[in-house]
């Protein structure tokens, strides 16, 4: 079945810093990759998405590349802001599946 | 746009108490998913409504959770009874339907936190 396997958490970062969060996956077929992210107090909010094979999604500053070849979909930023602390869950679906499989997430602290 | 409510945001209870929780959809939106997070894990689908039927429940524990959506919109899920590993954030998600099978976006409410003592 699909599968996701996050880089585990807690990442602490000074502002400004590089951000990058690991994410691989498993699935059968061709599935769409995305990225979530939770805020404190609030509700999963989609991040960024890609839905075929050498994609990038982007958003916010946030970037990720769909890596066929590694079965990989890492999240970079530059430069983290205070602001981007949250927790972040890789996710996918896979080939006709409506359902959404995600990652364990990762919970981000930047640091003023 | 308001987004997706959920009601209590808290819920604590002792373990074979009953437990129901509330999701009203954003407008209009007929897919509605009820998810379970388990602390340090990803939220995992329990079931799928579209509009007032169900898709897919293939991952709810029917002999204690029960979901309804009765008018095709707000839904209730329920725990009875409940056990200690139930304790976990029931998030409910909407999404519109859009035509050609293309991916929904999902929109996640607050979630409620269940606490079973």
């Known amino acids: 079945g699909n599968s996701v396997t996050q880089m585990e958490g807690p990442v602490t970062l000074s502002e400004e810093a590089f951000l990058t969060i690991n994410c691989t996956y498993t699935a059968t077929g061709y599935p769409s990759l995305f990225w979530y992210v939770q805020y404190p107090g609030e509700g999963l909010q989609l991040l960024l998405k890609a839905t075929k094979a050498d994609d990038k999604g982007s958003n916010k500053g946030f970037e990720a590349t769909y890596r066929k070849e590694t079965t990989s979909f890492h999240l970079e930023k530059g430069s983290v802001q205070v602001s981007d602390s949250a927790v972040y869950f890789c996710a996918l679906r896979g080939g006709s599946a409506r359902q959404l499989t995600f990652g364990s997430g990762t919970q981000l602290t930047v640091l003023p | ?117």
């Open chain 2, 1 to 117: 746009e308001a987004g997706v409510a959920q009601s209590p945001r808290y819920k604590i209870i002792e373990k074979r108490q009953s437990v129901a929780f509330w999701c009203n959809p954003i407008s209009g939106h007929a897919t509605l998913y009820w998810y379970q997070q388990i602390l340090g894990q990803g939220p995992k689908l329990l079931i799928q409504f579209q509009n007032n039927g169900v898709v897919d429940d293939s991952q709810l524990p029917k002999d204690r959770f029960s979901a309804e959506r009765l008018k095709g919109v707000d839904s209730t899920l329920k725990i009875q009874p409940a056990k200690l590993e139930d304790s976990a954030v029931y998030l409910c998600a909407s999404s519109p339907t859009l035509a050609g099978g293309q991916y929904n976006e999902q929109f996640f409410g607050p979630g409620t936190r269940l606490t079973v003592l």
